[in-house]
């Protein structure tokens, strides 16, 4: 059995001071409107991401840096990144593991009580560029190698402007379809040797279009929402391997999809619209349209998107926030356009399509880095069930003694956990969790969180974990 032990977190800190360069203090937030006094600096700007062969300036991406609660000159940093793809970073800042939640009145922020930052240095980034703040001159050709060749740039940039922390151990995360930006930033920065660079943390990752499909549908029929004679039709149909999906196959998912449409597809258990609990809808709406488009071109057909019943809620408290001039300037932002959750860009379908299974396999049999994919078995579209479609049959991934051991939180059980090359790389499951799982779990969040910045050597900065 896995079991988390997790001690009181830090009310109080003893002020580092850490002496940042001239580069860094210019993008020091010095006054954020409408937000509580906090025991941590905060830095936000720009990185210029440009490829050398471009004009300096041409792409520069938007970040947003907080220090740890908790002895930010030894803990951990850790960048986070949404999916979409196309979705702000700012995103999870504002509704899911940033320090901060935005109130309903658009204009004041309350505290996060299970904000990352107590364990980490985070750095939140919006990409690609031309996603939020970030912003990009000329057409762009969106696609998994252009962000994580932008994205390892970024690092790059970052750590010469913060140059203190290049002896801290540095780990990515994500989610949704960070399940290609991570491998593929992963494999960018091992090539750069980025030395400090020890790990990728991800959540409910899109790994492969067939599994993704066949767990959504999957787990719906799990949970009882479907009938038996419609799945046996699916089953009889061979839906479950069909990719493209063919015209028979589409045809009852289309039918499932009518039976579903009542419910939240990415948090069946949770309630579908209610403000408190919808965070990143806007981001999980754009996933459904990058679904659509990439199975028609998977069909070879045209590329136009089908309507569904699936919106984002109405309510906004952080794009309103983000919007307002004092804050755009209390922040540093240079640009014009207006801050919004997600940004329609113009995404490589094919990429959309491509599995990731081999990138994996590379990274477990070229590297040492500490590897977690968690997943919210309350999702269903990019679901437990699609994940566990991949990650039993990993290349050079050999099993522990123990799998599917579950660990606890609260004397609860939180969900399971599966280690593998001697807890190199770790699958856990989140049990009640949706596709956001901070926002759905925070408390388990955070748990997990310290559980795999534990299983480094670096764990003084985030309190014991014992398994």
Not at 16 to 23: T, W
Not at 205 to 213: D, G, I, K
Not at 365 to 391: N, P, R, W
């Amino acid at each position: 059995m896995m079991r988390l032990f997790v001690y009181a977190l830090l009310t109080e800190r003893v002020f580092a001071h850490i002496d940042y360069g001239q580069a860094a203090l210019d993008d020091e937030i010095l006054d954020l409107p409408g937000a509580p006094a906090v025991p941590f600096r905060m830095f936000s700007g720009y990185i210029d991401v440009t490829p050398p062969d471009q004009a300096a300036g041409t792409r520069m991406m938007f970040y947003w840096f907080v220090e740890s609660q908790t002895s930010p000159e030894n803990s951990p940093l850790m960048l986070w990144t949404n999916g979409g793809p196309g979705c702000s970073g700012l995103s999870g800042f504002m509704t899911e593991q940033g320090p901060f939640r935005p109130n309903a009145d658009g204009k004041t922020l309350s505290l996060n009580d299970h904000a990352w930052n107590k364990l980490a240095n985070m750095v939140f980034i919006e990409q690609p560029v031309g996603v939020g703040f970030s912003t990009v001159k000329g057409n762009m050709m969106y696609g998994d190698q252009q962000a994580a060749e932008d994205n390892r740039r970024f690092v790059v940039g970052f750590f010469k402007r913060y140059s203190q922390y290049l002896n801290q151990y540095f780990y990515i995360s994500s989610e949704s379809y960070g399940g290609h930006y991570m491998p593929t930033l992963a494999t960018e920065l091992v090539k750069a040797g980025v030395d400090n660079f020890k790990g990728v943390f991800l959540g409910n990752p899109l790994t492969y279009m067939p599994y993704r499909n066949y767990g959504q549908y999957g787990t719906a029929y799990g949970h009882q929402l479907l009938p038996k004679p419609l799945w046996d039709q699916y089953e009889a149909a061979h839906c479950r391997t069909s990719f493209p999906v063919s015209d028979a196959c589409s045809e009852i998912t289309n039918k499932m999809d009518t039976i579903l449409a009542g419910f939240d597809a990415y948090a069946l258990d949770f309630p579908v619209c209610k403000t408190n609990l919808a965070a990143g809808r806007h981001e999980r709406y754009m996933m459904k349209r990058m679904i659509q488009r990439a199975e028609s071109a998977a069909r070879g057909e045209s590329p136009a998107l089908e309507e569904n019943t699936y919106q984002p809620c109405s309510s906004d408290y952080a794009t309103v926030y983000l919007n307002q001039p004092a804050v755009r300037a209390a922040i540093h932002v240079h640009s014009d356009a207006q801050w919004s959750q997600c940004a329609n860009i113009d995404y490589s379908a094919e990429d959309v399509n491509k599995p990731m299974m081999p990138y994996w396999s590379a990274l477990l049999e070229k590297t040492h880095l500490k590897m977690m994919i968690y997943s919210g078995d309350d999702d269903s579209v990019c679901a437990t069930l699609g994940t566990q479609q991949f990650i039993w049959n990993l290349t050079n991934a050999k099993q522990d003694d123990k799998p599917w051991q579950p660990w606890m939180f609260n004397n609860q059980t939180a969900g399971f956990v599966t280690d593998f090359n001697g807890g190199q790389f770790s699958f856990v499951t989140v049990h009640g969790a949706g596709h956001m799982v901070p926002a759905t779990q925070p408390e388990r969040s955070l748990a997990l969180l310290q559980a795999f910045l534990s299983k480094g050597t670096q764990t003084a900065a985030v309190g014991d974990v014992l398994v």
